[in-house]
């Protein structure tokens, strides 16, 4: 069974910058694809970058193109997500997802992370 455990959110104004790390506990051909969703109460998870142990098929959320930055360390089998020029409506419960499809999709994922929380403040 794959774990993920994420972490890194916090408190930030808007114009500041924050990064969020997600440890996978063991990783096979179910984890190929990592990604970072996010949700506000009321709405539905949104998609907002993925990308692959290897570094390719990176992806992003229109959103956050441009301000945002997913990596991984295959070494510590930790991903990142690099969150730069943070806006108000970036504030949401960041999850990581690990699967085996690259898709925007959330249900496709397979494991998931308990969710860190990001505040931002105008």
């Known amino acids: 069974q794959v774990q993920l455990v994420d972490s890194g959110g916090g408190l930030v104004q808007a114009g500041g910058s924050l990064r969020l790390s997600c440890v996978a506990s063991t990783r096979s051909w179910r984890t190929t694809v990592m990604a970072w969703f996010r949700q506000v109460p009321g709405k539905e998870r949104e998609f907002v970058a993925q990308?692959?142990?290897?570094?390719?098929?990176?992806n992003y959320a229109e959103s956050v193109k441009g301000r945002f930055a997913i990596s991984v360390d295959n070494g510590k089998n930790t991903m990142y997500l690099e969150m730069n020029n943070v806006k108000p409506e970036d504030t949401a419960l960041y999850s990581c997802?690990?699967?085996?499809?690259?898709?925007?999709?959330?249900?496709?994922?397979?494991?998931w992370g308990q969710g860190t929380q990001v505040t931002v403040s105008s």
């Open positions: 990308t692959t142990w290897n570094g390719d098929h990176s």
């Open positions: 997802a690990a699967g085996s499809t690259l898709t925007s999709e959330a249900s496709p994922y397979h494991y």
